[in-house]
């Protein structure tokens, strides 16, 4: 299942794991970026450079690929945020929240808003750039965290 980019960007874009690969920004070992994970992934900046951000995005929407999961937060604080993609030289597997895991390095505790650690998704299947904060599911009470 791609990944795909939509919303405030020049071009709506869609990636495979060949098209992930073949992106600037690879993180060879995901464990230097955020401790206890490991993978080899790539930068949301270079995905976002594909797509062609549009000048009034600032609020991207991470949403997990059977939609039940959202997460609205700020761009610039998560371009650097890493997509796993790839375990061990092989795709990610489902049970590591392949095919797409995203994880903010530095992240602030859980539920303090905004890039905190529950907006690192597993199974990533859209990112959609928005004009503002969107609600999102971490706004609904009793959710639990996804990442």
């Known amino acids: 299942m791609p990944l795909t980019i939509t919303g405030e960007v020049e071009n709506e874009k869609s990636f495979e794991y060949a098209d992930l690969q073949a992106l600037p920004a690879q993180v060879d070992d995901v464990g230097?970026?955020?401790?206890?994970?490991?993978?080899?992934?790539?930068?949301?900046?270079?995905?976002?450079?594909?797509?062609?951000?549009?000048?009034?995005?600032?609020?991207?929407?991470?949403?997990?690929?059977?939609?039940?999961?959202?997460?609205?937060v700020p761009l610039d604080d998560i371009l650097d945020a890493v997509l796993v993609y790839q375990l061990n030289g092989e795709p990610l597997p489902e049970q590591y929240g392949g095919p797409i895991r995203f994880l903010i390095p530095d992240a602030a505790a859980c539920h303090t808003g905004g890039a905190d650690t529950c907006a690192n998704v597993k199974?990533?299947?859209?990112?959609?750039?928005?004009?503002?904060?969107?609600?999102?599911?971490r706004d609904k009470k009793d959710q639990t965290p996804h990442g």
Request: avoid cysteine; glycine fraction near 10%.
């Open 32 to 72: 230097k970026e955020v401790e206890g994970r490991q993978g080899h992934g790539v930068r949301l900046r270079a995905l976002i450079d594909q797509a062609g951000r549009k000048a009034d995005a600032t609020h991207a929407t991470l949403a997990s690929t059977d939609g039940e999961f959202t997460a609205s």
């Open 123 to 137: 199974f990533l299947g859209r990112i959609e750039l928005t004009r503002e904060k969107v609600e999102d599911s």
